[in-house]
């Protein structure tokens, strides 16, 4: 148990479907991410909040909305997606976006199947 | 752009003897390096993180190096277990500036 957890643990949704991803961290921490995990792919950092405020953005589409109402939880809405979108989606957490100690906690991720 | 590479085979090694992971890069110069465990089907556990200016690290089994002139780190487990299975990652960086690798799967054979 890393001190994250997430739900759901698995999700399939059609391409017309809204879902949400929910993340929260036990922890104490100021910054908490999303990535996104392809098979046999590196991960792709998706979203960084420091303090409930938006470090990072890269280049996600906008079918991925995140929202971040407490440095403890940190949600990834769902609209529209595609198939190509199936993946583990990691949720993380560490004490400051860029400062010692710089290690991340993983949650055990929600494993997404588009159909 | 900046690039790591862990070898994409799975190693297989058998039980009791020293498993040996790389991890190389390009284009870069991190001031830390971490090496995480994965699990199929769940998140990564961070194992350990090895600054620019130290050489070697080490926590029980495991062992770092770090070559920031080869631009490489190597990742040892000791006296390897069936228990040690899994993918390691390499990961560049800390913070919101990580870089993590595609990892490599041990298999360790009783």
């Known amino acids: 148990e890393t001190g994250v957890t997430q739900t759901p643990r698995h999700l399939v949704m059609g391409m017309t479907n809204k879902k949400s991803l929910k993340c929260e961290q036990h922890l104490g921490h100021n910054a908490m991410y999303w990535y996104k995990q392809s098979a046999k792919k590196p991960l792709e950092l998706m979203f960084v909040y420091s303090l409930e405020e938006r470090v990072e953005n890269n280049s996600v589409p906008s079918r991925f909305s995140p929202e971040c109402p407490n440095s403890s939880h940190l949600f990834l809405h769902l609209h529209t997606l595609q198939p190509e979108d199936s993946a583990l989606y990691l949720c993380a957490s560490s004490q400051d976006v860029l400062a010692d100690p710089y290690e991340q906690y993983f949650g055990p991720g929600t494993r997404l199947t588009v159909t | 752009s900046q690039k790591i590479e862990q070898n994409s085979e799975a190693l297989n090694i058998q039980e009791g003897k020293t498993a040996t992971l790389t991890c190389n890069y390009t284009?870069?110069?991190?001031?830390?390096l971490q090496w995480y465990r994965q699990d199929p089907g769940r998140g990564p556990v961070f194992l350990l993180l090895i600054r620019e200016n130290e050489k070697e690290k080490r926590k029980e089994r495991l062992k770092v190096t770090f070559d920031t002139t080869l631009k490489q780190s190597l990742f040892h487990i000791t006296a390897s277990q069936p228990a040690d299975s899994a993918t390691y990652l390499c990961?560049?960086?800390?913070?919101?500036?990580?870089?993590f690798g595609a990892g490599t799967r041990l298999f360790v054979k009783a």
């Open positions: 990961a560049l960086g800390g913070g919101f500036k990580t870089i």
């Open positions: 284009n870069y110069s991190p001031a830390y």
